[in-house]
């Protein structure tokens, strides 16, 4: 908080409190070797295995499923899980979870593995309609009754931080719409992290996935101050977005310096591990940052980016769909939107940068929406991600409809340092378009 010490000065009639939840994590190499202890340790008798069908073939699972059955435990694998998944495909590993009668889960895999079984866990303990616990104004946003059945999450890319995060995020198909749960009750058990899991990953998903996390780590910094939102009406209501806090930097920071030293290396060497394992443990500190603090508004713009892809489809992707991946759809959108935030809180924007590698030496807060600006276009070029929202397959016609998918995610717009209307998100779009 040195340069920006002001941030969280009281007003009159805001919120004047801060909730940190913070996550159990079990981190480094061999950590999923300790699943069946674990597992036992919480209780577990009867588990359900989630994974899907292209990790489920890698060691990761086999090595956690063998430590479960060492443990004594009764395992039931699934792996049907859909990547990018949808209410209908939440709703089947509900199907899977109730008929297996279960005492614990664990997952395995990326942010749509955990995301699918926080779901499953979920519906399976705490039925109702699918609407019902979706977050509002889609569905009727309410909240979880009480504690779910313990899981084990298993990271095995260093992006989404799902494994640390009360939030699951899926497809509604009737109204072709991105949304999601949020609660902190979602949030797993304990994470089991890996960092070898990114060894084998292809150079495309490791730079989707490390820009997601560095979006996490600087939306979450310079989100709206947790200061300036009306006061939770009960602490039970507090919503897992309060903004930025003095707690949430500190992961925020050390994530951004991490990715500034990192994140190239990551990216174009497969065998530099020392810059891999780093990835993971950023992708941690940021996950469990904005957990407590929220993303804003790259995140909210990134739903329509992905959600209406039309025929992009990156190397090191399955080639059977067109798909924009989740960092990706972020990161277009970012230089752009740090660009409009920056007068809102120039001395975060300008630090964020510097986290990152930048020279800001002499720099002003007149500076700092062209300093962050430049830094992450400048870290986009260095890992061969497309050339904004244009180099995702988007133009000047697709504004509207872009602007329409975002307008919806007002959780993360209002999350935002600085007010956003609709006209300023058409904007948005139109800087976003093309950087270089
Ligand atoms: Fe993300």
Redesign the pocket.
């Known amino acids: 908080m040195s340069c920006c010490h002001n941030y969280y000065v009281q007003t009159e009639g805001k919120e004047s409190v801060f909730s940190v939840d913070i996550s159990s994590i079990v981190f480094g190499h061999g950590a999923l070797k300790e699943a069946g202890e674990h597992a036992k340790g919480l209780g577990m008798s009867r588990v359900a295995l989630f994974t899907d069908k292209k990790i489920g073939s890698l060691p990761y699972v086999a090595q956690v499923r063998d430590s479960l059955k060492a443990a004594g435990l009764d395992v039931a694998i699934y792996d049907e899980v859909k990547v990018e998944p949808t209410d209908q495909s939440f709703l089947a590993a509900t199907r899977f979870a109730v008929e297996g009668k279960f005492d614990g889960y664990v997952s395995v895999g990326g942010g749509s593995v955990i995301d699918t079984c926080k779901a499953a866990n979920l519906y399976a303990t705490y039925p109702a309609d699918f609407l019902d616990y979706v977050n509002a104004p889609i569905g009727a946003g309410k909240p979880i009754p009480g504690p779910l059945k313990p899981h084990i999450a298993c990271p095995t890319t260093c ?3 799902s494994e640390c995060t009360g939030m699951t995020i899926f497809d509604l198909l009737s109204m072709q719409v991105k949304t999601g749960i949020a609660h902190r009750r979602l949030k797993p058990t304990l994470a089991l992290i890996e960092p070898a899991t990114t060894y084998t990953l292809p150079k495309n998903v490791v730079a989707a996935s490390g820009f ?1 996390v560095l ?2 780590a600087l939306e979450s910094y310079t989100a709206r101050p947790y200061t300036k939102r009306a006061p939770a009406a009960k602490p039970s209501l507090r919503p897992l977005s309060q903004g930025a806090n003095p707690w949430s930097d500190m992961g925020c920071e050390t994530a951004l310096k991490l990715l500034g030293k990192y994140l190239v290396r990551a990216v174009n060497d497969a065998s530099d591990h020392e810059a891999r394992d780093q990835m993971m443990y950023a992708a941690t500190l940021a996950g469990i940052a904005f957990g407590n603090s929220g ?1 804003h508004v790259p ?1 909210g713009m990134a739903y329509s980016v992905a959600g209406m892809v039309r025929d992009f489809q990156p190397e090191g992707y399955p080639k059977d769909e067109p798909i924009v991946p ?2 990706m759809s ?1 990161i277009v959108n970012a230089p752009s939107v740090f660009r409009f935030t920056a007068c809102a809180c120039p001395e975060r924007h300008i630090h964020g940068a510097s986290c990152l590698g930048a020279e800001v030496n002499g720099a002003t807060n007149d500076d700092a929406a062209e300093v962050i600006s430049k830094q992450l276009i400048k870290l986009m070029q260095a890992t061969a991600i497309p050339n904004g929202v244009g180099g995702v397959g988007y133009g000047e016609a697709d504004v509207p409809g872009l602007t329409k998918g975002a307008w919806a995610q007002q959780r993360l717009m209002t999350n935002s340092p600085r007010e956003v209307s609709k006209d300023d998100l058409e904007n948005l779009y139109r800087g976003a378009m093309r950087y270089w």
């Open positions: 992006g989404t931080g997601d979006s996490h993303v995140h989740h960092g972020v």
